[in-house]
């Protein structure tokens, strides 16, 4: 007679199981021992399949995004500070004010659980800076080799009150466009850190949440136009997608770019475009022009846009295009970007 026994699963690991995501009594310690302890507050605390909150007056935002950076911890942040900055930039680039995020997690058997830990103690603290609440979440764990380390989904709500219109069609000619700060440094601190390119740099990843410094711009300048976040696709591909909405032309000048030389002799080195580069912790804003010192001076007083600069304008309307002046007096076109310049960068 032969008798099969199915063994009890190895509890005390120090790395993700499979049996975490099996939805049985490991599953509940990693809830109740990692997540739970971080993210803990009321609406949390109702403890069902989703959350049940009260709707503010005003028109709702919503948005959702998936982080697989490489590698997962880097200068200046990580992939839990990233989700969280990340999902509450998007809202806050809607024109809302930024109010609960749902995390889900897709994490690969044999992460170190101290390195989860460390990931959700800092989505704990970017959501604190931000004044949002993580109120609902998911787990999976795949096999080994099913996923790289760990993968992140946020979703965000949040509200916009009335007489606020943000839209990438509202942009117009007589409008000037804003850039909050540096460009570049994130894209090539994840190169950077990925050891195999053998490349270093003293940058830091740009991230951080921005709706702090949007709710001052909004409070302050009724006529906002636009606001974007230039993540994967950078500048370049922002602007392009912006003068396609509005059907009009971006003119940028090539001097006012804020591109620090850190960016510039790594993306010369490696063959790059800085306009290209991904960015997370920048705002793009475009207004009409005559609100452009009051804007500049509202985002020069907060630490994420203290690098403030006016980088161009909206010409005419017609053909949607960018196009640069450049330090020589002539003018190139600034196209979308064609292929993969950085792969895994968010």
Same mark, same amino acid.
């Given at each position: ?9 190895? $509890? ?9 995501? %099996?939805?049985?009594?490991? #599953? ?7 997540? /739970?302890?971080?993210?803990?507050? *009321? ?33 200046? %942040? ?8 990340? #999902? ?11 109010? /609960?995020? #749902? ?41 080994? @080799? ?11 709500? %949040? ?25 570049? *440094?994130? @894209?090539? $601190? ?40 230039? $993540? ?5 591909? $922002? ?18 770019? *804020? ?11 490696? @063959? ?30 907060? *630490?994420? @846009? ?21 330090? /020589?007096?002539? /003018? ?15």
């Amino acid at each position: 007679m032969i008798t099969t026994n199915c063994p009890l699963p190895f $509890t005390d690991s120090d790395c993700v199981l499979l049996a975490h995501g %099996g939805g049985g009594r490991l #599953t509940h310690e990693l809830i109740s021992g990692i997540f /739970y302890p971080a993210f803990r507050n *009321p609406l949390l605390e109702q403890d069902h399949d989703g959350c049940v909150f009260p709707v503010e007056a005003g028109r709702m935002a919503c948005s959702t995004d998936s982080f697989v950076v490489d590698p997962i911890f880097f200068p200046g %942040g990580d992939i839990g500070d990233l989700a969280v900055n990340g #999902t509450v930039n998007d809202l806050a680039c809607c024109g809302a004010r930024p109010l /609960y995020l #749902t995390a889900g997690f897709i994490l690969e058997e044999g992460l170190p659980l101290s390195d989860l830990r460390r990931i959700v103690k800092s989505m704990k603290a970017a959501a604190e800076r931000a004044g949002v609440q993580i109120v609902a979440g998911d787990t999976k764990v795949v096999e080994r @080799g099913k996923c790289d380390k760990l993968f992140i989904n946020t979703s965000g709500i %949040g509200v916009v009150r009335e007489g606020v219109r943000i839209s990438p069609d509202r942009a117009q000619p007589g409008d000037v466009v804003i850039c909050s700060g540096p460009i570049g *440094p994130h @894209g090539i $601190t994840i190169l950077s850190a990925r050891e195999s390119l053998g490349f270093e740099t003293n940058l830091k990843s740009d991230t951080v949440s921005l709706n702090n410094m949007i709710a001052g711009l909004l409070d302050s300048i009724e006529d906002v136009h636009v606001l974007r976040d230039p $993540t994967r696709g950078g500048v370049s591909g $922002t602007l392009n997608e912006i003068a396609q909405a509005a059907g009009v032309e971006i003119i940028l000048d090539e001097a006012s770019l *804020p591109i620090p030389d850190a960016v510039r002799g790594a993306s010369e080195i490696l @063959g790059l475009d800085p306009l290209y580069v991904a960015n997370e912790g920048l705002v793009l804003a475009i207004l009409p022009e005559e609100k452009a010192d009051k804007a500049l001076a509202i985002m020069r007083n907060c *630490p994420e @846009g203290k690098g403030a600069a006016v980088i161009g304008h909206i010409g005419m309307k017609g053909k949607p295009l960018v196009k640069m002046k450049t330090l /020589y007096g002539n /003018y190139r076109i600034v196209d979308m970007l064609s292929g993969e310049q950085l792969p895994r960068i968010c």
